[in-house]
């Protein structure tokens, strides 16, 4: 996510997809698949910019993916030969 403010970490996002904030304009801009999307409406602040971004896409099928969690480890213990 690219910002002219404080930057704020984006969460799981898809490869290629990208939400920038103008904060001199107080635009926010999608970019997804090839395509740009500007939405209608000036935010404040990022946060408000990237909460309607991520509202938006997730109306138009994007479905956050969950962090990787590992239940048990798939290294297997040494052994040592003394």
Avoid: Q
């Avoid at 898809?14 to 395509?35: C, H, N, Q, W």
């Avoid at 509202?55 to 052994?79: A, F, Q, Y």
């Amino acid at each position: 996510m690219m910002s002219t403010g404080a930057a704020m970490s984006p969460t799981s996002y898809e490869p290629g997809m990208r939400i920038s904030y103008d904060a001199a304009s107080k635009l926010v801009t999608i970019t997804f698949g090839g395509r740009v999307i500007t939405l209608n409406g000036e935010y404040e602040t990022e946060r408000d910019a990237v909460k309607v971004a991520e509202d938006h896409c997730r109306r138009n099928g994007w479905i956050e993916k969950p962090t990787p969690t590992v239940g048990r480890s798939m290294l297997r213990p040494r052994t040592f030969n003394l």
